[in-house]
């Protein structure tokens, strides 16, 4: 399993798993596992007349998002707080429907009214790296597959650069039993060439090994997959 958004997993049918979501634009996924601080989500704009406010979670581990977690606010796309040592009390949540589906209304401590929301409105919350819970066997914080080179067998074939998946019509509800896709831009002979990435389905049938420490993801690919399209 992955687990990522910048730090998201998804199950897989017979694949590798992920749980934190790929990133929203403009982001940049962090190396999870050497990170100090994780981004959990990105606050949008207010959401309600108490202080909730809107927010694109940035990982599928919702337990993250229990009453009574501390976060911490910073910039968006920074990779520490504004303030290590000023925290906010996350005090409810609750998962909207409709036109904001896949997000989450946050509501946080000391934020009561609409102008406050205003002001936490486009900053990004973090939580302590060791926050972060033990991950399942076969599970990944996708930060942590950015920048492995996946290799066919022995051979290698590209970095990995984004992780995709499959979403329903609306465009943002994610299909559960369908595998994510490592986003692999390819080794390429012509310096001058800037190739459009390759999308690989990252199943637990056809992966060999995740050698993280060594940025390595060995697969043994079906015959024909990487062949171009006529």
């Not at 992780?163 to 002979?189: F, K, M, N, V």
Request: with cysteine; proline share 10%.
């Amino acid at each position: 399993m992955i687990v990522g958004r910048p730090n998201v997993a998804a199950a897989l049918p017979q694949a590798a798993a992920l749980s934190f979501r790929p990133n929203l634009k403009g982001q940049t996924l962090t190396d999870i596992s050497n990170s100090n601080w994780v981004a959990i989500a990105q606050l949008l704009r207010p959401q309600g007349r108490r202080g909730e406010l809107l927010a694109e979670p940035l990982t599928s581990l919702n337990e993250l998002f229990a009453p009574g977690t501390q976060v911490w606010l910073s910039a968006a796309n920074a990779t520490a707080p504004r303030d290590a040592a000023s925290s906010l009390t996350l005090e409810e949540h609750f998962f909207p429907t409709g036109k904001n589906a896949g997000r989450i209304v946050i509501k946080l401590s000391g934020c009561d009214s609409i102008n406050s929301a205003e002001v936490l409105a486009g900053q990004q919350l973090l939580v302590p790296a060791t926050a972060m819970p033990v991950l399942d066997a076969d599970t990944f914080f996708v930060g942590d597959l950015l920048g492995c080179t996946l290799f066919d067998g022995d051979q290698p074939i590209g970095t990995v650069v984004d992780l995709q998946y499959a979403t329903a019509p609306d465009g943002r509800t994610r299909l559960e039993d369908a595998a994510p896709l490592l986003a692999i831009t390819p080794i390429s002979t012509t310096p001058t060439e800037d190739p459009e990435p390759t999308l690989i389905p990252f199943v637990r049938a056809w992966l060999d090994n995740v050698d993280l420490p060594n940025k390595r993801i060995q697969m043994h690919l079906p015959p024909g997959l990487l062949d171009p399209a006529e």
